[in-house]
Each structure stands twice: as structure tokens, then as C-alpha cells.
């Protein structure tokens, strides 16, 4: 562009300049007849990828819809069966994504930060919030508050804060999957581990964790092709009639992975064996399900960037409830009541993920707090620069 603007500048110069107050040139400063070079462009914003909100968006509505079908399953082998595959896969998705983007993390101050206001202060205003609704919807106003003790969906948040804190040590093993793998055994067969932080869901999830650490662009892209979409189909048809015949002969709380085998009524074996079978049926369905995920963007990617906040606040729905009897009515426990929950569940999760809820809520979930924390030396001559 330079070049056609100013081909002739080089050949014929221009006419000398008017005077200004101070015509003189500077001798460390020489003239240049060259045109000045532009000034360096400031750095596009990262782009969001839309597959990512999208996968993260579903995640979350088949979250709300697994809850909202746990008061079915008593009565319904169907609800069962369909609980029992989402259970196998939900969480795992959502478990891998978020290691998928912590792989930069590592102990720079600033992201000590985000990790401490995106996620052990939401931790903390949630506990006391969920035991607080406790309180007034269970009428059990001695309902103590226990930080160490995380009541329902709040076990996520300590475990993210710990899976989080231990990334750079992944960095460094040789096979971490495994060793992730082999500790996540460890802990089915351990009971004396106890309810603190939920350390049994922290241990037995890790393994997805850890796996998205280290998945590149180039692993989703290979579950996204057309003939692994086409086989989506009859895998999850297979899933959804094992866990049909599977539904009486078993118990759901194996999927939660908050319990060793011998808290199961198992022997101690029957926790590797499970470890092993579980991380395998939930890999594959979890590849099913990042296949039919849409790539392009769509009317709710938007809503990716809010799923923790439909995550943890339709908790308080999805256990009112429960305390308020609203699945006594008879008419829930028939099919068409049954497609009733689940749109409703999966309405209000959507809903609470939308713009406006985040912003009536980041206070609480993406809090500033600039005032706890010192200035950095370091962050401020990179903002400097």
C-alpha cells in the first residue's frame, strides 16, 4: 500500500515543508524521506470458540435434566435408564473442558487471583448460601455451616480449586493419566478418606481432569467428523438399553463417585473394576456427545460463558423441590409429566445462564476484590509495556 501511494516519493521528492517554530533537524534525529512506518497494530481480542460454549452450554442442560429426573427413577425404568447414561457422561464433558482450559495455568500471581475470586470465593458465598436455604426450606434452623462439608453442587468448586492448583505437578509425570487413573482406584477403595471437601468426587473425577490437560485442538477435531457423528447413534441406543437392563440390577450411586466400594455394599475390588469400566463407558460416551456438538455459532452460545452460574443456582430449585414436594403429584410420574420436567429443568437452567442473570450475580461469581490482594511488581511492568 505504501509502495502504490508513494511510488513517485522516491523518484521526485516532494517539495520542501513550510517552516515551522523549529525547522532545524535534530543531528541524532537525521531526516528520512522514507514515510514513517506504521505503528504497530494493538492485538486483536481472543476470539471465543463456539464449539467450546456450546459443548459447555449442553453440559450444563443435561446436568438440570439429570436432577430433575432423579425423583423418577423409583417409578420409571425408562427415567432410570436415561439418568443413568447422562450420569455417565455429563460431568466428564464438563470436567474435561475445564481441564482443557487450564492447561496455561500455573502459579503467576495473577492467576492465583482468578483463581481465588472465580472460584474459592463463589465456594464460600454458595456454602453459606445453600445451608442458609437449608435452613428455611428443610425447617432445620440448626443446619450448621461447614466450610469442609460442601452441601450438593458445590463440590465442583473445591475440586476445580484443587485440580487447578495441582496442574503444573501433571506438567511434569510422565504418564499422568494414568497415575491419575491409579489414584482415582486408590480412592474407591479407600472409606476411611471421609466427607471432608468431598475428596472421593475430587480423587474419582480426576482422571477427566487431568486428561483434558493435555488434549490439543486436533482431538476434538477428530471426534467432530461425520462418520464418528454417524456412529454416535447406535453407541448411546446400546448405552441407553445396557442401562435399561441395568437399572434394577445395579445402583445409581456408582456414577456420582462420592463413595468407595465398601460404602456401596461392595467388596473392595468391585471399586477398581468400576473405576476402570466407568472412565471407559464415560471416554466413549463422552466422544458421542462432543461429536453431535455443534461447531458454528448458535442462538445459545452465549450462554457458555454463563454455565456456572445456571451450574450452582438451580441448585436451589432443583433441591426446593424436593423440600416443597412438587413431584408428589401423580401427574409428573406419567410420561407426558416426565417430558414436562425435563423441559422445564432444561427452560430454567437456559434462563439462568443468560446475560442479565450474570450480571445481577457476578459479585458473587466473578467478584473484583482488588482491595484483597498487593500489586504486583511484575503485572504492572508488563502493563506498562
Known sequence: MFRTAHGSHRSQPLPPAAPTVDATPSPRAPHDPRPAPASPAAPAPKQRDAFFDNAKYLAIVFVAMGHSWEPLTDGSRAAEALYMVVY????????????????????????????????????????????????????????????????YLTWFLVALFVWRLTTPLWKVIRWPVPVALGIAMLASISPDIGDDLDLQRVLQFLPFFVLGLFLKPEHFQLVRRREVRIIA??????????????????????????????????????????????????????????????????????LGAGTLYGYLLHGFLAKGSRFWGWFDAEWIHKPLGEVAVTVIA??????????????????????????????????LARSRR
Open 233 to 302: 447413534v447406535p453407541v448411546f441406543l446400546a448405552a441407553i438399553t445396557l442401562a435399561y437392563w441395568a437399572g434394577p440390577r445395579m445402583t445409581s450411586a456408582w456414577f456420582y463417585h462420592r463413595d468407595s466400594a465398601q460404602e456401596l455394599g461392595a467388596p473392595w475390588w468391585a471399586g477398581v473394576v468400576m473405576t476402570l469400566a466407568l472412565f471407559g463407558c464415560s471416554m466413549v460416551l463422552t466422544a458421542c456427545f462432543f461429536a453431535w456438538v455443534p461447531g458454528r455459532k448458535m442462538w445459545f452460545t452465549v
Open 88 to 151: 455417565t457422561f455429563h460431568m466428564p464433558a464438563f470436567i474435561i473442558v475445564s481441564g482443557y482450559f487450564s492447561r496455561s495455568f500455573d502459579m503467576r500471581p495473577d492467576r492465583l487471583r482468578r483463581l481465588i475470586t472465580g472460584v474459592a470465593v463463589p465456594y464460600v458465598i454458595f456454602e453459606i448460601a445453600y445451608t442458609f436455604f437449608k435452613r428455611y426450606a428443610d425447617d432445620d434452623p440448626s443446619q450448621p455451616i461447614s466450610l469442609l462439608d460442601p452441601w
Open 346 to 379: 432444561g427452560t430454567v437452567v437456559t434462563l439462568l445462564c443468560t446475560p442479565p442473570v450474570q450480571r445481577a450475580f457476578r459479585f458473587a461469581m466473578e467478584p473484583k476484590m482488588e482491595w484483597a490482594f498487593k500489586k504486583d511488581a511484575a503485572e
